[in-house]
């Protein structure tokens, strides 16, 4: 629970705060943009009070979907507010026929608040990355069709993925290189670096260079799940960190480049904002101008 005795002093007067136990994941400015101050990479406060019912929404979403309980409100709400925000997720946030993303919130400390996305597709849901475990989140994913595979991008964001694996019976994947002893019990390990045909309209892509061992999952034609090696900055244009880049930039101006013979339109990331374009040829300008920049020997952006 968020301590009002350690709010933080920049929140904006009135019943919703951040105390100072906030990480800078920036998960409450994507789930609530405009109710939440500081940039991408700063520790978020209250920027404004919420001035309808809608925004109070948006707003407790944010609550339940912070990693560290960092959000409060000085009065408590409605119980019926709170119910509503705990199961608002996973959120629908982008569809094309049969096949639809949702964000699922419930962000876990593990992971540094990044997030995870469920795939809801007529041959089996993905989860890609783990959220914290939460009970109503499973509930929901239940609801829409439970999960065949769970995808985790990269050792990082692998959080409570034992529980999940257990609670809906999926299968993990994870590249070899990424497995450590708190992910050998994986069902599916991937190895080396060619794209790994899952499905039809599943394809694994071995990404080094944040890791050893990141991978991006393309779904269809359209959506691009990168984890932490590919995201969307406060300016809208897609970005690769330096400072994040634990493993070999080198590498990660490799996999960006084999990025350019794939066709997608947005990306989901587990760090950063998501990417919208308008063609895959827009896609394929912004992935080349991101690595124009990268084989510069500059990092794309200087993350905090």
Not at 166 to 191: K, M, P, Y
Request: aromatic content about 8%; hydrophobic content about 45%; glycine content about 10%.
């Amino acid at each position: 629970m968020a301590r009002l005795a350690d709010r933080d002093e920049r929140n904006a007067p009135g019943d919703l705060f951040v105390d100072t136990s906030c990480i800078a994941c920036d998960t409450c400015r994507r789930v609530a943009p405009g109710l939440f101050g500081g940039a991408a990479w700063d520790e978020a406060f209250a920027a404004r009070q919420p001035a309808s019912a809608a925004e109070w929404y948006r707003a407790l979403m944010a609550l339940v979907a912070c990693p560290v309980s960092a959000i409060g409100v000085a009065e408590p709400r409605p119980r019926a507010e709170m119910a509503a925000a705990a199961h608002a997720f996973p959120e629908l946030v982008a569809e094309a026929g049969a096949t639809s993303i949702h964000h699922c919130g419930w962000t876990s400390r593990d992971s540094y608040g990044a997030a995870s996305w469920l795939v809801v597709r007529p041959g089996g849901n993905v989860l890609v990355d783990s959220p914290r475990w939460a009970p109503k989140l499973a509930e929901r994913i239940r609801g829409l069709g439970g999960v065949r595979f769970l995808f985790l991008t990269h050792r990082d964001d692998v959080a409570d993925h034992r529980r999940w694996a257990e609670a809906l019976g999926c299968e993990r994947i994870l590249h070899a290189r990424d497995v450590t002893s708190g992910t050998s019990s994986v069902e599916r390990r991937v190895d080396g670096v060619s794209p790994v045909s899952l499905a039809p309209d599943l394809l694994l892509v071995p990404v080094p260079g944040h890791t050893a061992g990141s991978m991006a999952l393309l779904v269809g034609d359209r959506w691009l799940f990168t984890g932490d090696h590919l995201w969307a900055g406060e300016d809208g244009r897609l970005e690769a960190g330096f400072d994040v880049c634990w493993y070999s930039w080198a590498d990660q101006v490799r996999s960006m480049e084999r990025l350019l013979a794939l066709r997608f339109l947005a990306v989901f990331p587990g760090h950063g904002r998501p990417w919208f374009g308008s063609s895959v040829d827009e896609a394929r300008a912004e992935v080349a101008r991101v690595v124009e920049t990268m084989r510069g020997g500059r990092p794309a952006v200087a993350a905090g």
